[in-house]
T-cell receptor, first 114, second 110 residues
């Protein structure tokens, strides 16, 4: 099956710094990638949808200047959390979709902001 | 609305059947999915059902869809301890967006 990786799997950063999370589709070309956020013991919340080569579409309530998304190639999307604060601590999961409707999920990145 | 609701917790004994329920609100959903999430991990697609189907069986998994009541269920036969995880239902809205349920934590005891 299709494989999606995320890097890093865990990151701890200081408040006020920025952190970048990578999402890669390893064996297929992902025309669309999605970024989700999951709070402890909660469901996944879609943050944004990105199509290769175009600007991301953000969900209502998600600050586009805080969560910068880049989808520069068909196998890589990045999420940069800028000027991170403790309330940004969360589990961030990406998914990727190729030619079919199915979304393949990455293993997630746990961000802790101290 | 986009609320997809699930019961929070289910506890069963090994070998029993588990039934996880989900209620969704958007009647225009095309596909409905069941995902499994193990601790600290991403989501694994278990199965899905197209909105014009009533039932789908895949080995130990049976999905039932009642479109009139917007009710979806996942039955796991002969539940094993390795099935302990959080299970999410999700509905596909339009072409792109998945809306996830609140998740059901399944605990299987020996």
């Amino acid at each position: 099956g299709a494989v999606v990786s995320q890097h890093p799997s865990r990151v701890i950063c200081k408040s006020g710094t920025s952190v970048k999370i990578e999402c890669r589709s390893l064996d297929f070309q992902a025309t669309t990638m999605f970024w989700y956020r999951q709070f402890p013991k909660k469901s996944l919340m879609l943050m944004a949808t990105s199509n290769e080569g175009s600007k991301a579409t953000y969900e209502q309530g998600v600050e586009k200047d805080k969560f910068l998304i880049n989808h520069a190639s068909l196998t890589l999307s990045t999420l940069t959390v800028t000027s991170a604060h403790p309330e940004d601590s969360s589990f961030y999961i990406c998914s990727a979709r190729g030619r079919t409707d199915e979304q393949y999920f990455g293993p997630g990145t746990r961000l802790t902001v101290t | 609305g986009e609320d997809v609701e699930q019961s929070l917790f289910l506890s069963v004994r090994e070998g029993d059947s588990s039934v996880i329920n989900c209620t969704y609100t958007d009647s225009s959903s095309t596909y409905l999915y069941w995902y499994k999430q193990e601790p600290g991990a991403g989501l694994q697609l278990l199965t899905y059902i197209f909105s014009n189907m009533d039932m789908k069986q895949d080995q130990r998994l049976t999905v039932l869809l009642n479109k009139k009541d917007k009710h979806l269920s996942l039955r796991i036969a002969d539940t094993q301890t390795g099935d302990s995880a959080i299970y999410f239902c999700a509905e596909a809205l339009g072409f792109q967006k998945l809306v996830f349920g609140t998740g059901t934590r399944l605990l299987v005891s020996p």
